[in-house]
């Protein structure tokens, strides 16, 4: 028979209950931070209630009244160099954290609060009402809260979301040197979806001093915890992944400090993440100022005996039974925030004159509509002044060189020179260089540089996006294929796209994400796409497209150079082509924004990129037709090169824009609509595509070349383009 030996986690799991020795023990200036702090984020989300009841609060108001101690007891003593994010529901967490920024270490409950506090309760106020005073200038709302120098990394509207940005901080904390650490916030309903999972495995497998804090108020918006889960007790989640995990009671604030203090000495030592679940609850419903019961999804009786348990109530008995504070002082803290509270309000809302008995957000405080778009991107201050070279004025030592052989000696180069840049994907540190080559050599010289992550794109993406954010380094990430981005697409867009606008503009997200174009390689449907029409729809994405050894070399210097992130998109058919390339000089940079007119012409403006520029080339010489073939190397609308089109199309009135993948995604589809808009009075007829099929690419080699566009298509398209003006054609087919 066979026989079972008991398993065990390898890491410790435990409940952290505080006896009537620690309360003894209690420091009263620990007891009266944490009340200050309480009192404060009660006060602050009762008006935030109130307003969003009046109508004021455009968009929601996720309150956290009844979550106070966890966030005080979390974050009240927390280092300003330390950082934290938050979830969705996050005021508490922005406010605590801001707090132990101004007043670190001691909030005494009997104190005035000061100029500095009241101008952050304005400013946080603010910020969601939508007004330009806000941390975010009206762009975040009550989901997206940031103050940098408090350490408060930004919260965030997407569900877990947040959490591999809090791992690319802590990454960073760790390789700096220092022994700062990372706070992550998220709910039950958060503990089953897979970024945070991938996030717990590579921060456990890497070490970085992450706290995973999960606030369990027992509802996913309606959803009990019970049913969204065969183990309720979401602090098990760690020790799956040898993460040392606490459970505590949320609604006692000096239970979680004291967690914390174990967790932030673990984490300060070196030793890896941890893992704290705080049993709290949200007295009202998920969004606005009723209770859940309202709802009916829970009771009100569940609902009585949970604010019973009250932690600012709890707190205060606590200290009064020890002679700390008397009633009159807490009636006094109380009145003292509500006040507080009743100035900022004052500050930003008056009567309304047109509504009586009415309020109405003061007009001179809202946003230009101007400011709109500012803050998409970089303004590009950054390539003031850098060396710029096309091949043909480049006046270093030129050779005929392998395509991939370049790629790897400019990212070796580009390390070199710059301490900052860190490489980060799956097998770049294996495999003579990842699965091309592209890494080749690297990881022996840059050991802790060049980072071999577990099969996580959402993860480690959402990884290097903290990585930048927290501005001390340059992560490039590598996506083995251009299809693994849907995995991650909640990375790559919600977060690492939208962050610089969405928290104010005025952020730095420099971050350059390399993927390989493979179709033609038999990988099918799952490995084959181009991504350039799904980045060039999406906002805050540069894109580049080499189609030499030599942009190659300045359009990754030039990407890794910019403020914003960049997509650098590369091609399978080019890895094992050659052409002139710097044997010595690695240094400068593709001109931004311009593109490279690789034969001139007057019957039509051919417009392509990558692989495609050859099959284009290789089409105008068979059929003799006298194109104009325009690489255009930057593909995103904020850079790409509208000059050189538009003197061309004013030239040939006729445009043909040329690509190898699926027409669904095709990157043509915006394109040709803005090239309409721009140029429609210089066009002769209707601008013409050349694509793929509808499918993706099937593994068979037949089906695969069907699906694909290669010089042929070209063919067939530069025809139309011709016929379409009243020229011959030798074939014609569908636009």
Known sequence: MSKLIALAPASAWSELRVTEKDWKAADPAVLGTLLTHMHLIRAFEETVVELAM?????????????????????????????????????????????????????????????????????????????????????????MHLRWAEAGVMGTNAIVGGGVPFAAGSAWAHRHAGTDDVSV?????????????????????????????????????????????????????????????????????????????????????AGNGPTLIEADVYRYLHQNGGYPGSAFGYRSKEEEAQWRNRDA??????????????????????????????????????????????????????????????????????????????????????????????????TMERRMVADDRIVILGEDVHR?????????????????????GTPISENAFAGLGGGIAMNGRFRPVVEFMYPDFLWVAADQVFNQIGKARHMFGGDIRMP??????????????????????????????????????????????????????????IEHVDLYSSTGLAPVDDFDFQTAFGRAAVRREGKDVTVLTYLSMVRHSLEAVEKTGIDAEVIDLRWLDRASLDWETVGASIRKTNNVLIVEQGSTGTAYGSWLGDEIQR???????????????????????????????????????GLERAMAGQGAPARAQGSN
């Open 54 to 142: 009046d109508g004021l609060v455009h968009g929601p108001a996720h309150s956290s009244i009844g979550q106070e101690g966890g966030a005080a007891g979390a974050l009240a003593f927390l280092r300003a160099s330390d950082q934290v994010n938050g979830s969705h529901r996050g005021h508490h967490h922005f406010l605590a954290k801001s707090l132990a920024y101004l007043r670190p270490g001691r909030a005494d409950p009997r104190a005035p609060l000061g100029e500095d506090v009241q101008a952050l309760l304005q400013r946080t106020l603010a910020e969601i009402l939508g007004l330009s005073q806000g941390f975010c200038r009206g762009r975040g709302g009550s």
């Open 184 to 268: 992550t916030f998220f709910g039950d309903g958060a503990t089953n979806i897979g970024s945070v999972l991938e996030s717990m495995n590579l921060a456990a497998a890497w070490k970085l001093p992450l706290c995973f804090f999960i606030e369990n108020n027992r509802y996913a918006v309606s959803t009990k915890v019970e049913e969204s889960t065969a183990e309720p007790r979401l602090s098990s989640r760690g020790g799956a992944f040898n993460i040392p995990s606490w459970k505590v009671d949320g609604m006692d604030a000096y239970a979680v400090h004291l967690a914390m203090e174990q967790a932030v000495a673990h984490m300060r």
């Open 312 to 409: 600012l109530a709890a707190l205060g008995r606590r200290m009064k039974d020890r002679g700390m504070i008397s009633d009159a002082d807490l009636e006094a803290l109380r009145e003292r925030m509500q006040a507080a509270m009743r100035q900022a309000v004052a500050a930003l809302i008056e009567a309304d004159p047109e509504r009586p008995g009415k309020r109405r957000i003061r007009p001179d405080l809202w946003p230009d509509p101007g400011f709109r778009d500012v803050g998409v991107r970089s303004e590009l201050h950054e390539l003031r002044g850098v060396r710029t070279e096309e091949q043909a004025t480049f006046k270093g030592k030129l050779e005929e060189r392998k395509f991939i052989d370049v790629v790897a000696e």
């Open 431 to 451: 495999l003579k260089g990842g699965t091309n080559g592209a890494t080749r050599g690297l990881h022996d010289r840059f050991p802790d540089r060049v980072l």
């Open 511 to 568: 971050l350059v994400l390399r993927s390989k174009v493979a179709m033609g390689t038999g990988y099918g449907s799952q490995h084959s796409m181009d991504p350039a029409g799904i980045f060039a729809t999406s906002p805050g994405w540069r894109i580049v497209a080499p189609s030499t050894p030599f942009d190659y070399v300045g359009l990754m210097n030039a990407a890794l150079h910019i403020e914003d992130p960049v997509l650098v």
């Open 678 to 716: 721009r140029f429609f009075d210089w066009l002769d007829q209707p601008v013409l595509r050349v694509t793929g099929g509808e499918a993706s690419p099937s593994i068979s080699r037949i089906l695969e070349r069907a699906a694909c566009a290669r010089t042929e298509e070209v063919m067939e």
